[in-house]
Protein backbone atom coordinates (compact mmCIF):
# COMPACT_ATOMS: atom_id res chain seq x y z
CA UNK A 1 0.00 0.00 0.00
CA UNK A 2 1.16 3.50 -1.13
CA UNK A 3 -0.29 6.58 -0.62
CA UNK A 4 0.39 10.40 -1.41
CA UNK A 5 -1.47 13.78 -1.09
CA UNK A 6 -2.49 16.45 -3.14
CA UNK A 7 -3.42 19.58 -2.43
CA UNK A 8 -6.07 21.38 -4.06
CA UNK A 9 -8.10 24.75 -3.37
CA UNK A 10 -11.42 22.43 -2.08
CA UNK A 11 -9.36 19.51 -0.35
CA UNK A 12 -6.76 17.07 0.46
CA UNK A 13 -6.56 14.37 -1.91
CA UNK A 14 -5.65 11.28 -0.59
CA UNK A 15 -4.65 9.21 -3.33
CA UNK A 16 -3.79 5.06 -2.51
CA UNK A 17 -3.46 2.31 -4.22
CA UNK A 18 -2.60 -1.46 -3.23
CA UNK A 19 -3.77 -3.60 -0.33
CA UNK A 20 -5.02 -1.63 3.26
CA UNK A 21 -5.03 -5.09 4.96
CA UNK A 22 -3.91 -5.96 8.01
CA UNK A 23 -0.44 -5.44 7.33
CA UNK A 24 -0.11 -1.48 6.41
CA UNK A 25 -3.57 0.10 8.20
CA UNK A 26 -1.62 1.53 10.78
CA UNK A 27 0.59 3.25 7.96
CA UNK A 28 -2.89 4.02 6.08
CA UNK A 29 -4.65 5.35 9.50
CA UNK A 30 -1.33 7.23 10.31
CA UNK A 31 -1.63 8.77 6.46
CA UNK A 32 -5.50 9.76 6.91
CA UNK A 33 -4.98 10.92 10.38
CA UNK A 34 -1.70 13.53 8.31
CA UNK A 35 -3.73 14.25 5.60
CA UNK A 36 -6.47 15.66 8.18
CA UNK A 37 -4.16 17.81 10.10
CA UNK A 38 -3.23 19.35 6.60
CA UNK A 39 -6.58 20.11 5.48
CA UNK A 40 -7.02 21.78 8.71
CA UNK A 41 -3.80 23.87 8.28
CA UNK A 42 -4.59 24.32 4.78
CA UNK A 43 -8.19 25.69 5.43
CA UNK A 44 -9.61 23.10 3.24
CA UNK A 45 -12.85 21.92 4.67
CA UNK A 46 -12.50 18.41 3.42
CA UNK A 47 -10.41 15.18 2.58
CA UNK A 48 -11.68 13.40 -0.39
CA UNK A 49 -10.08 9.56 -0.49
CA UNK A 50 -9.49 8.75 -3.96
CA UNK A 51 -10.48 4.51 -3.76
CA UNK A 52 -9.35 4.33 -7.91
CA UNK A 53 -6.32 2.32 -7.69
CA UNK A 54 -6.78 -0.32 -4.40
CA UNK A 55 -6.63 -3.50 -4.92
CA UNK A 56 -9.08 -4.01 -1.95
CA UNK A 57 -9.48 -2.81 1.82
CA UNK A 58 -10.12 -5.31 4.23
CA UNK A 59 -12.17 -4.31 7.68
CA UNK A 60 -9.50 -3.37 8.93
CA UNK A 61 -8.85 -0.03 6.77
CA UNK A 62 -12.69 0.49 6.45
CA UNK A 63 -12.63 0.64 10.93
CA UNK A 64 -9.32 3.05 9.93
CA UNK A 65 -11.52 5.06 7.82
CA UNK A 66 -14.10 5.73 10.04
CA UNK A 67 -11.03 6.88 13.02
CA UNK A 68 -10.33 9.05 10.64
CA UNK A 69 -14.08 10.78 10.03
CA UNK A 70 -14.39 11.28 13.44
CA UNK A 71 -10.91 12.80 13.53
CA UNK A 72 -12.14 14.84 10.64
CA UNK A 73 -15.44 15.77 12.22
CA UNK A 74 -13.79 17.25 15.47
CA UNK A 75 -11.85 19.16 13.13
CA UNK A 76 -14.67 20.16 11.01
CA UNK A 77 -13.37 18.59 7.90
CA UNK A 78 -15.62 16.49 5.99
CA UNK A 79 -14.43 12.77 4.67
CA UNK A 80 -15.18 12.02 1.64
CA UNK A 81 -14.58 8.62 -0.69
CA UNK A 82 -14.41 8.87 -4.38
CA UNK A 83 -14.04 7.20 -7.61
CA UNK A 84 -14.50 3.60 -5.97
CA UNK A 85 -13.72 0.56 -8.59
CA UNK A 86 -15.84 -2.01 -8.95
CA UNK A 87 -13.73 -4.08 -6.27
CA UNK A 88 -14.02 -1.04 -3.54
CA UNK A 89 -17.99 -0.29 -5.15
CA UNK A 90 -18.75 -4.04 -3.58
CA UNK A 91 -16.93 -4.10 -0.97
CA UNK A 92 -18.39 -0.68 0.14
CA UNK A 93 -21.76 -2.05 0.06
CA UNK A 94 -20.99 -5.53 1.51
CA UNK A 95 -19.89 -3.96 4.50
CA UNK A 96 -22.65 -0.92 4.42
CA UNK A 97 -19.98 1.31 4.72
CA UNK A 98 -22.10 3.10 1.42
CA UNK A 99 -24.04 3.92 3.92
CA UNK A 100 -21.66 5.94 6.46
CA UNK A 101 -20.00 7.92 3.99
CA UNK A 102 -20.53 10.33 1.15
CA UNK A 103 -19.19 8.44 -2.08
CA UNK A 104 -18.57 10.79 -5.50
CA UNK A 105 -17.78 9.49 -8.54
CA UNK A 106 -14.78 11.76 -9.77
CA UNK A 107 -12.25 13.77 -6.96
CA UNK A 108 -13.72 16.61 -8.37
CA UNK A 109 -15.86 16.76 -5.62
CA UNK A 110 -16.21 20.44 -4.57
CA UNK B 1 -15.52 -34.33 15.74
CA UNK B 2 -18.99 -33.46 14.92
CA UNK B 3 -20.78 -29.93 15.29
CA UNK B 4 -24.25 -29.53 15.54
CA UNK B 5 -26.27 -26.56 16.29
CA UNK B 6 -29.55 -26.15 18.49
CA UNK B 7 -30.28 -22.52 18.35
CA UNK B 8 -28.51 -20.01 16.59
CA UNK B 9 -30.25 -16.75 16.96
CA UNK B 10 -28.78 -13.81 18.73
CA UNK B 11 -30.51 -11.75 22.02
CA UNK B 12 -33.94 -13.02 21.33
CA UNK B 13 -35.72 -16.42 20.31
CA UNK B 14 -37.80 -15.80 17.28
CA UNK B 15 -40.53 -17.70 15.04
CA UNK B 16 -41.56 -17.36 11.73
CA UNK B 17 -44.99 -15.92 11.30
CA UNK B 18 -47.54 -17.37 9.70
CA UNK B 19 -47.23 -14.86 6.94
CA UNK B 20 -43.80 -15.51 6.65
CA UNK B 21 -44.42 -19.33 6.21
CA UNK B 22 -47.39 -18.26 3.51
CA UNK B 23 -44.74 -16.56 1.54
CA UNK B 24 -42.30 -19.55 1.43
CA UNK B 25 -44.81 -21.64 0.11
CA UNK B 26 -46.42 -19.64 -2.33
CA UNK B 27 -42.60 -19.05 -3.90
CA UNK B 28 -42.15 -22.70 -3.89
CA UNK B 29 -45.88 -22.94 -5.80
CA UNK B 30 -44.37 -20.08 -8.52
CA UNK B 31 -41.04 -21.98 -8.60
CA UNK B 32 -42.84 -25.19 -9.27
CA UNK B 33 -44.47 -23.90 -12.07
CA UNK B 34 -46.98 -26.33 -11.81
CA UNK B 35 -44.89 -29.64 -12.21
CA UNK B 36 -45.86 -32.95 -11.14
CA UNK B 37 -44.17 -34.75 -7.98
CA UNK B 38 -44.11 -38.43 -8.05
CA UNK B 39 -43.62 -38.85 -4.40
CA UNK B 40 -42.28 -36.77 -1.14
CA UNK B 41 -38.22 -37.38 -2.13
CA UNK B 42 -38.93 -36.34 -5.18
CA UNK B 43 -40.85 -33.55 -3.97
CA UNK B 44 -37.88 -33.06 -1.41
CA UNK B 45 -35.53 -33.03 -3.90
CA UNK B 46 -36.77 -30.06 -5.78
CA UNK B 47 -36.69 -28.12 -2.42
CA UNK B 48 -33.00 -28.94 -1.73
CA UNK B 49 -31.91 -28.64 -5.76
CA UNK B 50 -34.00 -25.72 -6.75
CA UNK B 51 -35.22 -23.30 -4.31
CA UNK B 52 -33.03 -21.41 -2.39
CA UNK B 53 -31.83 -22.39 1.67
CA UNK B 54 -34.20 -18.99 2.74
CA UNK B 55 -37.19 -20.03 0.12
CA UNK B 56 -37.26 -23.87 0.62
CA UNK B 57 -36.06 -24.10 4.75
CA UNK B 58 -35.72 -21.81 7.46
CA UNK B 59 -32.54 -20.31 9.62
CA UNK B 60 -34.35 -21.27 12.69
CA UNK B 61 -35.08 -19.12 15.70
CA UNK B 62 -33.55 -20.79 18.77
CA UNK B 63 -31.04 -18.24 20.77
CA UNK B 64 -27.17 -19.96 21.01
CA UNK B 65 -26.63 -23.44 21.99
CA UNK B 66 -24.04 -25.56 20.25
CA UNK B 67 -23.38 -29.53 21.12
CA UNK B 68 -19.58 -30.28 20.04
CA UNK B 69 -19.28 -34.46 19.73
CA UNK B 70 -15.80 -34.65 20.55
CA UNK B 71 -14.08 -36.84 23.75
CA UNK B 72 -14.45 -39.83 25.63
CA UNK B 73 -18.46 -39.91 25.55
CA UNK B 74 -19.87 -37.26 27.56
CA UNK B 75 -21.41 -34.51 26.10
CA UNK B 76 -20.30 -30.85 24.99
CA UNK B 77 -22.55 -27.76 24.76
CA UNK B 78 -21.37 -24.33 24.15
CA UNK B 79 -24.30 -22.17 26.03
CA UNK B 80 -27.77 -22.45 27.39
CA UNK B 81 -29.89 -20.69 24.79
CA UNK B 82 -33.02 -21.67 24.32
CA UNK B 83 -32.18 -24.08 21.56
CA UNK B 84 -31.04 -26.01 24.69
CA UNK B 85 -34.64 -27.55 25.51
CA UNK B 86 -34.03 -29.39 21.96
CA UNK B 87 -31.25 -30.55 22.76
CA UNK B 88 -31.76 -32.18 26.51
CA UNK B 89 -34.50 -34.58 25.07
CA UNK B 90 -32.39 -35.48 22.40
CA UNK B 91 -29.81 -36.44 24.48
CA UNK B 92 -32.49 -38.72 26.86
CA UNK B 93 -33.11 -40.23 23.33
CA UNK B 94 -29.52 -40.93 23.38
CA UNK B 95 -28.89 -41.76 26.85
CA UNK B 96 -31.90 -44.63 26.45
CA UNK B 97 -29.21 -45.90 23.97
CA UNK B 98 -26.76 -46.10 26.50
CA UNK B 99 -24.66 -42.77 25.70
CA UNK B 100 -23.37 -41.31 29.00
CA UNK B 101 -24.99 -38.67 31.48
CA UNK B 102 -22.15 -36.77 31.48
CA UNK B 103 -22.87 -33.00 30.43
CA UNK B 104 -20.41 -30.69 30.09
CA UNK B 105 -20.96 -26.62 29.54
CA UNK B 106 -19.10 -23.83 28.53
CA UNK B 107 -20.56 -20.74 28.61
CA UNK B 108 -19.69 -17.76 26.89
CA UNK B 109 -21.53 -15.50 29.62
CA UNK B 110 -24.67 -14.92 31.38
CA UNK B 111 -26.99 -12.73 29.40
CA UNK B 112 -30.91 -14.03 29.44
CA UNK B 113 -30.61 -15.49 25.41
CA UNK B 114 -27.22 -17.89 26.86
CA UNK B 115 -29.45 -18.91 29.95
CA UNK B 116 -33.16 -19.07 29.13
CA UNK B 117 -32.88 -22.72 28.16
CA UNK B 118 -31.45 -24.27 31.42
CA UNK B 119 -34.89 -24.08 33.18
CA UNK B 120 -36.30 -26.64 30.47
CA UNK B 121 -33.13 -28.59 30.55
CA UNK B 122 -34.89 -32.20 31.39
CA UNK B 123 -32.22 -34.06 32.29
CA UNK B 124 -31.27 -31.54 35.01
CA UNK B 125 -33.95 -33.03 36.78
CA UNK B 126 -32.69 -36.82 36.26
CA UNK B 127 -31.03 -38.18 39.44
CA UNK B 128 -28.00 -40.21 37.06
CA UNK B 129 -26.98 -37.01 35.36
CA UNK B 130 -23.98 -35.28 36.42
CA UNK B 131 -23.74 -31.67 34.57
CA UNK B 132 -20.39 -29.94 34.65
CA UNK B 133 -20.94 -25.88 33.89
CA UNK B 134 -17.49 -24.55 33.32
CA UNK B 135 -17.78 -20.60 32.98
CA UNK B 136 -15.18 -17.86 33.55
CA UNK B 137 -17.44 -16.05 35.44
CA UNK B 138 -17.28 -16.63 39.15
CA UNK B 139 -21.15 -15.21 39.41
CA UNK B 140 -22.60 -18.36 36.90
CA UNK B 141 -24.22 -20.43 39.86
CA UNK B 142 -25.81 -17.21 41.05
CA UNK B 143 -26.68 -16.33 37.45
CA UNK B 144 -28.62 -19.84 36.90
CA UNK B 145 -30.15 -19.92 40.87
CA UNK B 146 -31.50 -16.27 40.01
CA UNK B 147 -33.48 -16.85 36.60
CA UNK B 148 -35.42 -20.00 38.44
CA UNK B 149 -36.52 -17.83 41.57
CA UNK B 150 -40.36 -18.18 42.23
CA UNK B 151 -40.62 -14.57 40.47
CA UNK B 152 -39.03 -15.37 37.11
CA UNK B 153 -39.89 -19.44 37.77
CA UNK B 154 -42.23 -21.75 39.22
CA UNK B 155 -39.41 -24.67 39.40
CA UNK B 156 -36.19 -23.79 42.02
CA UNK B 157 -32.99 -24.23 41.05
CA UNK B 158 -33.03 -26.82 43.99
CA UNK B 159 -35.64 -28.83 42.78
CA UNK B 160 -33.37 -30.35 40.61
CA UNK B 161 -31.96 -33.68 40.96
CA UNK B 162 -28.92 -34.28 38.94
CA UNK B 163 -25.56 -33.30 40.20
CA UNK B 164 -24.55 -30.02 39.03
CA UNK B 165 -21.04 -28.99 39.61
CA UNK B 166 -19.05 -25.19 38.72
CA UNK B 167 -15.75 -25.38 37.47
CA UNK B 168 -14.01 -21.51 37.06
CA UNK B 169 -12.06 -21.50 33.81
CA UNK B 170 -9.65 -19.31 33.47
CA UNK B 171 -8.01 -17.74 30.41
CA UNK B 172 -4.43 -18.14 29.29
CA UNK B 173 -4.59 -21.79 31.09
CA UNK B 174 -5.13 -25.10 29.21
CA UNK B 175 -7.77 -27.79 30.49
CA UNK B 176 -8.53 -31.91 29.52
CA UNK B 177 -11.86 -31.96 29.60
CA UNK B 178 -13.32 -36.09 29.41
CA UNK B 179 -10.27 -36.30 26.61
CA UNK B 180 -10.70 -32.67 24.97
CA UNK B 181 -8.06 -29.92 25.47
CA UNK B 182 -10.27 -26.93 26.66
CA UNK B 183 -8.79 -23.06 26.35
CA UNK B 184 -10.83 -19.77 27.03
CA UNK B 185 -10.04 -15.74 26.03
CA UNK B 186 -11.64 -13.07 27.49
CA UNK B 187 -13.93 -11.35 25.09
CA UNK B 188 -15.39 -7.72 24.98
CA UNK B 189 -18.87 -7.92 26.28
CA UNK B 190 -21.42 -6.47 28.91
CA UNK B 191 -20.42 -8.36 32.16
CA UNK B 192 -17.59 -9.89 30.06
CA UNK B 193 -17.84 -13.03 27.41
CA UNK B 194 -15.05 -15.89 27.07
CA UNK B 195 -14.50 -17.27 23.25
CA UNK B 196 -13.42 -21.19 23.60
CA UNK B 197 -11.29 -23.03 22.05
CA UNK B 198 -12.09 -27.11 21.97
CA UNK B 199 -9.68 -29.62 20.35
CA UNK B 200 -9.93 -33.42 20.14
CA UNK B 201 -7.90 -36.10 19.96
CA UNK B 202 -7.82 -36.44 16.77
CA UNK B 203 -6.44 -32.70 16.96
CA UNK B 204 -9.37 -31.34 15.16
CA UNK B 205 -10.65 -27.74 16.65
CA UNK B 206 -13.51 -25.60 16.60
CA UNK B 207 -13.80 -22.41 18.75
CA UNK B 208 -16.64 -21.03 19.79
CA UNK B 209 -16.62 -17.11 20.41
CA UNK B 210 -19.89 -15.25 20.53
CA UNK B 211 -21.14 -12.29 21.39
CA UNK B 212 -17.54 -10.91 21.55
CA UNK B 213 -17.00 -7.08 20.00
CA UNK B 214 -13.88 -6.18 18.13
CA UNK B 215 -13.72 -2.63 18.98
CA UNK B 216 -12.68 0.26 16.90
CA UNK B 217 -9.81 1.49 18.63
CA UNK B 218 -8.16 -1.26 19.88
CA UNK B 219 -7.84 -3.26 16.06
CA UNK B 220 -3.63 -4.18 17.72
CA UNK B 221 -5.15 -6.62 20.00
CA UNK B 222 -6.91 -8.74 17.81
CA UNK B 223 -3.47 -10.48 17.26
CA UNK B 224 -4.43 -12.41 20.61
CA UNK B 225 -7.70 -13.39 18.89
CA UNK B 226 -5.90 -14.77 15.66
CA UNK B 227 -3.65 -16.57 17.83
CA UNK B 228 -6.79 -18.05 19.37
CA UNK B 229 -8.40 -19.01 16.35
CA UNK B 230 -5.29 -20.41 14.78
CA UNK B 231 -5.81 -22.89 12.37
CA UNK B 232 -9.12 -24.00 13.62
CA UNK B 233 -10.87 -26.63 11.08
CA UNK B 234 -14.10 -24.32 12.65
CA UNK B 235 -14.77 -21.01 14.13
CA UNK B 236 -18.48 -20.22 14.89
CA UNK B 237 -18.04 -16.44 15.12
CA UNK B 238 -20.63 -14.08 16.25
CA UNK B 239 -21.80 -12.12 12.93
CA UNK B 240 -24.60 -10.18 14.13
CA UNK B 241 -24.17 -6.66 12.34
CA UNK B 242 -22.60 -4.94 9.39
CA UNK B 243 -19.53 -3.61 9.25
CA UNK B 244 -20.79 -0.14 9.21
CA UNK B 245 -23.81 -0.89 12.01
CA UNK B 246 -20.78 -1.95 14.58
CA UNK B 247 -18.92 1.04 14.33
CA UNK B 248 -21.94 3.51 14.45
CA UNK B 249 -25.57 2.94 16.38
CA UNK B 250 -24.80 -0.27 17.28
CA UNK B 251 -21.54 0.13 18.74
CA UNK B 252 -20.72 -0.64 22.17
CA UNK B 253 -23.71 -3.16 21.69
CA UNK B 254 -21.21 -5.94 22.26
CA UNK B 255 -20.92 -7.59 18.96
CA UNK B 256 -19.26 -8.24 16.04
CA UNK B 257 -19.41 -8.37 11.81
CA UNK B 258 -19.06 -10.40 9.04
CA UNK B 259 -16.64 -8.85 8.03
CA UNK B 260 -14.22 -9.03 10.91
CA UNK B 261 -14.74 -12.40 11.20
CA UNK B 262 -13.48 -13.40 8.12
CA UNK B 263 -10.84 -11.09 8.44
CA UNK B 264 -9.99 -12.65 11.47
CA UNK B 265 -10.24 -16.62 10.43
CA UNK B 266 -8.17 -15.47 7.31
CA UNK B 267 -4.74 -14.39 9.52
CA UNK B 268 -5.53 -17.26 11.76
CA UNK B 269 -5.65 -19.60 8.26
CA UNK B 270 -8.58 -21.16 9.86
CA UNK B 271 -10.46 -23.72 7.00
CA UNK B 272 -13.98 -22.69 8.20
CA UNK B 273 -16.21 -20.21 8.94
CA UNK B 274 -19.46 -20.48 10.82
CA UNK B 275 -21.40 -17.13 10.59
CA UNK B 276 -23.87 -17.15 14.15
CA UNK B 277 -25.61 -15.51 16.44
CA UNK B 278 -28.02 -14.21 14.04
CA UNK B 279 -29.78 -10.52 14.27
CA UNK B 280 -33.39 -11.22 15.54
CA UNK B 281 -35.17 -8.46 13.41
CA UNK B 282 -33.25 -10.57 10.32
CA UNK B 283 -35.82 -12.38 8.01
CA UNK B 284 -34.26 -15.37 5.95
CA UNK B 285 -34.34 -13.42 3.35
CA UNK B 286 -31.91 -11.04 5.04
CA UNK B 287 -29.39 -13.91 6.58
CA UNK B 288 -28.82 -15.62 3.32
CA UNK B 289 -28.37 -11.83 1.76
CA UNK B 290 -25.66 -11.51 4.62
CA UNK B 291 -24.20 -15.15 4.01
CA UNK B 292 -23.81 -14.15 0.10
CA UNK B 293 -21.97 -11.27 0.88
CA UNK B 294 -19.53 -12.76 3.30
CA UNK B 295 -18.57 -15.46 0.84
CA UNK B 296 -17.67 -12.80 -1.52
CA UNK B 297 -15.83 -10.74 0.88
CA UNK B 298 -14.16 -13.67 1.60
CA UNK B 299 -13.01 -14.23 -2.25
CA UNK B 300 -12.61 -10.41 -2.93
CA UNK B 301 -10.05 -9.81 0.61
CA UNK B 302 -8.52 -13.84 0.18
CA UNK B 303 -4.69 -13.31 0.53
CA UNK B 304 -4.13 -17.19 0.89
CA UNK B 305 -5.78 -20.59 1.01
CA UNK B 306 -9.38 -20.42 0.99
CA UNK B 307 -11.87 -20.29 3.94
CA UNK B 308 -15.16 -21.98 3.94
CA UNK B 309 -17.50 -19.48 5.03
CA UNK B 310 -20.77 -21.18 5.87
CA UNK B 311 -24.21 -20.34 8.01
CA UNK B 312 -25.46 -21.78 10.53
CA UNK B 313 -28.85 -22.88 11.60
CA UNK B 314 -30.74 -24.57 14.01
CA UNK B 315 -30.21 -28.55 12.90
CA UNK B 316 -27.17 -27.84 10.88
CA UNK B 317 -24.47 -30.49 11.40
CA UNK B 318 -20.68 -29.95 10.83
CA UNK B 319 -18.73 -33.05 10.93
CA UNK B 320 -15.03 -32.47 10.76
Known sequence: MEYSFELREYAVIVHVDGRVDESSWEAFGAGLSDAVR???????????????ELDYMS????????????????????????????????????SRYDKLFTITDTIEAK | MLVRFWGTRGSLPVAPTAEAIRCKIVHALLAADG???????????????????????????????VEVEAGIGSYFICDMGSGLRSFGLDSMRRNAEGHSKVYNFFQSHLHWDHIMGFPFFAPA????????????????????????????????????????????????????????????????????????????GDGRTVIYSTDSEHKLEKMAVEAEFIHFFREADLVICDTMYSLADSVSMKEDWGHSSNLVAVDLCHQARAKCLALFHHEPTYGDEDIQRMHQESIRYEELTRNGPPLDVICAYDGLEVRL
Open chain 1, 59 to 94: SRGLRVLTVAKREGDEAGIAMLLASPNDIMSEILAI
Open chain 2, 125 to 200: FDPGATIRIHAGHPDAEQALRRQQEEISFPVPFDWLRADIQFVHLNPGDAYEVDGVQVETILQHHSHGSYGFRLTD
Open chain 1, 38 to 52: QASQAGVAKVVINLA
Open chain 2, 35 to 65: RRFGDATEARRFVDDELSFAAGATYGGASPC
